[in-house]
C-alpha cells in the first residue's frame, strides 16, 4: 500500500482546457498542454493495515508464511483523521470484540506513524527532484 500512496502522490497528469463548441453541431476544442501537469491530491486517501492473528499474537504484515499459520486476519483502512473507512476479515475463526477493537487501536496508531513517514519521505523525493532540475 505504501507503494501505492506513493506513486499516486507522484503521479502527474496533463491539464487539459476543453472550450465549449461554438454550436451544438461542432465539437469542443481540446487543449492537453505539454507543460503543464496536474498531481493526485492524496491527503484524503487512506492506508491498510493489516492484523494477523497466530494464536494469542497478531502480526501486522505477516508473511505468506506466517499467514499459513492464520487462525484469522484484519485489515483495516483508516485515513488521515484516525476514521476507520473499512474493515475485512478473513479466516475461520471467529474474533472477540475485544480483540477486534484492540487492533482497530493498533492500525490507528500504525497508520498515523506511516503517513507522517510517508509525508516525509515523499517530500524528501520531491526536494530531490527540484534540486535535480535545478543543477
Same mark, same amino acid.
Given at each position: 500500500m505504501v507503494e501505492g500512496h506513493?506513486? $499516486?502522490? /507522484?503521479t502527474a497528469i496533463p491539464?487539459? /482546457?476543453i472550450s465549449a463548441a461554438a454550436s451544438a453541431d461542432e465539437q469542443p476544442e481540446v487543449d492537453i498542454s505539454d507543460e503543464e501537469f496536474l498531481q493526485f491530491d492524496t491527503s484524503a486517501v487512506p492506508v491498510i493495515i493489516t492484523l494477523t492473528q497466530v494464536g494469542r499474537h497478531y502480526i501486522v504484515d505477516a508473511t505468506s508464511e506466517e499467514e499459513s499459520h492464520m487462525s484469522s486476519a484484519v485489515s483495516i483502512s483508516? /485515513?488521515?483523521?484516525?476514521?476507520?473507512?473499512? $474493515?475485512t476479515k478473513r479466516g475461520g475463526e471467529g474474533l472477540d470484540p475485544s480483540v477486534? *477493537?484492540?487492533?482497530? *487501536?493498533?492500525a490507528q496508531h500504525l497508520s498515523e506513524l506511516l503517513m507522517s513517514r510517508l509525508d516525509s519521505e515523499i517530500s524528501a523525493a520531491e526536494a530531490e527532484i527540484g534540486d535535480d532540475e535545478e543543477s
Open positions: 506513493a506513486a $499516486l502522490a /507522484n491539464k487539459v /482546457n483508516v /485515513n488521515r483523521k484516525g476514521h476507520v473507512c473499512g $474493515l477486534v *477493537s484492540d487492533m482497530i *487501536s493498533v
